[in-house]
């Protein structure tokens, strides 16, 4: 298992204990997180390049991991999801220019 394929096993398992630890506090955040993720005026697609430059600015790999995955499930390229970290860099500057090294790993990992 790849470094990032293991980061959304991390992810699985932190919600599952939140799930017995804190059930109607997670309940809640995937309800809200499943409602704002739905196609509206934006599309899968561009809400998880959205994503993608979110994770990137807020330096979480797990986030850069979560949301490449779902960007290449909902048909983004390589190329789009880039794009999307670099505009995080912009925005962000060298800290999340950093953060270009593990959306890297994850393109190559879950692209394979």
Same mark, same amino acid.
């Given at each position: 298992?790849?470094?990032?394929?293991?980061?959304?096993?991390?992810?699985?398992?932190?919600?599952?204990?939140?799930?017995?630890?804190?059930?109607?506090?997670?309940?809640?955040?995937?309800?809200? !997180?499943?409602?704002?993720?739905?196609?509206?005026?934006?599309? !899968?697609?561009?809400?998880?390049?959205?994503?993608?430059?979110?994770?990137?600015?807020?330096?979480?790999?797990?986030?850069?991991?979560?949301?490449?995955?779902?960007?290449?499930?909902?048909?983004?390229?390589?190329?789009?999801?880039?794009?999307?970290? !670099?505009?995080?860099?912009?925005?962000?500057?060298?800290?999340?220019?950093?953060?270009?090294?593990?959306?890297?790993?994850?393109?190559?990992?879950?692209?394979?």
């Amino acid at each position: 298992m790849g470094k990032m394929s293991q980061k959304l096993q991390e992810i699985k398992r932190l919600i599952g204990k939140l799930q017995q630890q804190q059930p109607e506090a997670i309940k809640n955040f995937l309800n809200f !997180m499943t409602s704002v993720e739905r196609s509206g005026a934006l599309d !899968m697609k561009q809400k998880e390049l959205i994503n993608v430059g979110l994770a990137v600015a807020a330096q979480c790999e797990w986030c850069i991991a979560l949301h490449v995955k779902g960007a290449l499930d909902a048909g983004a390229s390589k190329e789009e999801i880039i794009e999307a970290g !670099m505009q995080a860099v912009l925005m962000h500057g060298g800290p999340a220019l950093m953060y270009m090294t593990p959306l890297e790993e994850a393109l190559d990992e879950f692209s394979k």
